[in-house]
């Protein structure tokens, strides 16, 4: 059977691994961010710039550690959600 100590430490371990804050819309970029997505609905090519931009652009603050995953992935979702919302307003018309 397992001791206090060894579930005490899993869990810790647990939370260290799969606790992630992401940050979104916390920055006036995220208003671009928004625009975008909505923007990509009628310009497919401008995903894949985003994509691009977004990727080089966080390897390159990631070695300097001034982005985190979570910002990255706050992007992406401020991005997404221009899309959505297009998507549904085009949907409804």
Do not use: Q, T
């Amino acid at each position: 059977m397992a001791s206090a100590d060894s579930i005490e430490y899993s869990r810790g371990l647990h939370n260290k691994i799969f606790a992630m804050r992401v940050e979104v819309f916390d920055d006036w970029k995220s208003f671009i961010h928004l625009l975008l997505g909505a923007s990509s609905l009628f310009l497919p090519w401008v995903m894949a710039i985003f994509l691009g931009y977004e990727l080089v652009e966080f390897c390159y603050k990631r070695k300097r550690r001034r982005e985190k995953i979570g910002e990255f992935i706050g992007d992406f979702m401020e991005f997404l959600v221009g899309a959505g919302i297009v998507g549904l307003v085009l949907g409804m018309l």
